[in-house]
């Protein structure tokens, strides 16, 4: 099971787990061209393809594409936002697509995250850890009640002791539940759920969704090895420090939980 991920999938399709079922290959040379598009003045490096499953959380270096007819996926660092609203305007809209969804989450810290632009105009961004809302803006969908009404609520370890003021759902997983709506699939299969409750067809998982993959390096480097090109500094750093050093410095005063 993947512990994080990091993705904005660009969508001008009415029915993406339709193309997901079909098992598309990604289109190598449109992959490329995005990733020339979005990264200009360094140098991309075409690596070896992977499934999403393998992809998860980019390093800063690293970079996966997928590119299906009318769906595009972007694995980046750079989605990995404690403020959606602040992904980088070249991401929100690149192919001049009908919507735009952002969907992250890191389960060592327990935090998720999901965005939705249509036409490039922001309609909904949410981001919290299990403890802090860190954004809520726009309306909700109908499809969050459930979570708001704790209905999913964080499955505790043994002898763990729950905060008091813990928010009533896993944020990974409301962010998991926004994946589903907007794709057709889940990161966390619910128990017992193999086909889509709705439609009766098997599930795509992870694993399934194949993706181009990408090294960033500077222009002038050609071995493309041993840079750490930065992204956006807002970006979320997923340091090991603990959760205030990892919300540190990206504009959100919260309290470490650990």
Request: net charge negative; glycine share 8%.
């Amino acid at each position: 099971m993947l512990s994080k991920i990091s993705s904005v999938w660009y969508v001008d399709t009415a029915d993406p787990p339709a193309v997901l079922r079909a098992d598309p290959d990604p289109d190598p040379d449109a992959a490329y061209a995005l990733a020339r598009q979005l990264h200009p003045g360094l140098a991309v490096e075409p690596v070896a393809p992977v499934t999403l499953g393998e992809a998860g959380g980019p390093q800063p270096d690293e970079l996966f594409i997928g590119c299906y007819p009318g769906l595009t996926l972007l694995c980046s660092p750079y989605a990995a936002r404690v403020h959606p609203t602040e992904l980088p305007e070249l991401l929100v809209r690149p192919l001049a697509e009908e919507h735009t969804y952002l969907v992250s989450f890191d389960l060592e810290y327990g935090w998720g995250s999901f965005a939705h632009w249509e036409r490039g105009e922001l309609r909904r961004a949410f981001s919290s850890t299990r403890l802090n809302i860190l954004q809520d803006q726009g309306l909700p969908h109908i499809w969050e009640r459930p979570h708001w009404a704790g209905e999913h609520p964080i499955r505790w370890r043994v002898g763990e002791l729950p905060d008091p003021l813990v928010l009533p759902f896993d944020p990974p997983g409301f962010a998991d539940t926004a994946n589903h709506e907007w794709l057709g699939f889940r990161y966390f299969p619910l128990s017992g759920a193999a086909d889509d409750s709705a439609t009766g067809r098997t599930a795509v998982t992870p694993d399934e969704i194949r993706v181009c993959g990408f090294r960033l390096h500077p222009e002038d480097d050609h071995r493309g090895t041993g840079h750490d090109p930065r992204p956006p500094q807002n970006r979320i750093g997923h340091e090991r420090k603990g959760l205030f050093s990892w919300l540190r410095g990206h504009d959100a005063a919260v309290t470490a939980e650990k």
